[in-house]
């Protein structure tokens, strides 16, 4: 549980929907954000959101990638949907990247788009978003 959140009073959330449907098909393990190397038994890695990827795991992870490991990145680098309110009730901005790791394998993408459906957009506090499927 996230202390923060602890001491704001609130409980800790719900794992993700798609954590859950995984784990009904596969062996799910989690790897920590701190984590050095990627376990040997573990084939297929699935990063979600990684926020504040040490260069340690990414060099993790490409270690794992290198010894053929296969990797499947999510990465956000502007989630809406991630921002705990701070101090002042604004909410912070909430980004997951593998920069260093990205730019070793010469991946790159836009940062600043982002991909919208707005056949299937959800209604969310603020509105109608078209980012954040119904």
Aim: aromatic share 6%; proline share 9%.
């Amino acid at each position: 549980m996230n202390p923060m959140m602890m001491q704001r009073g609130q409980r800790a959330p719900k794992p993700w929907a798609v954590i859950n449907e995984l784990k009904r098909d596969f062996n799910v393990k989690q790897v920590e954000m701190t984590a050095e190397k990627i376990p040997d038994d573990i084939k297929v890695l699935i990063v979600i959101h990684p926020k504040a990827a040490t260069d340690t795991l990414q060099y993790a992870l490409d270690q794992f990638v290198l010894r053929g490991g296969k990797l499947v990145a999510f990465v956000d680098p502007l989630c809406i949907l991630d921002r705990p309110p701070n101090d002042n009730g604004m909410p912070p901005q909430s980004s997951s990247t593998l920069d260093k790791l990205f730019k070793a394998w010469g991946i790159s993408f836009e940062s600043t788009k982002v991909v919208a459906d707005v056949e299937h957009q959800a209604r969310l506090q603020d509105g109608l978003n078209p980012t954040v499927p119904a």
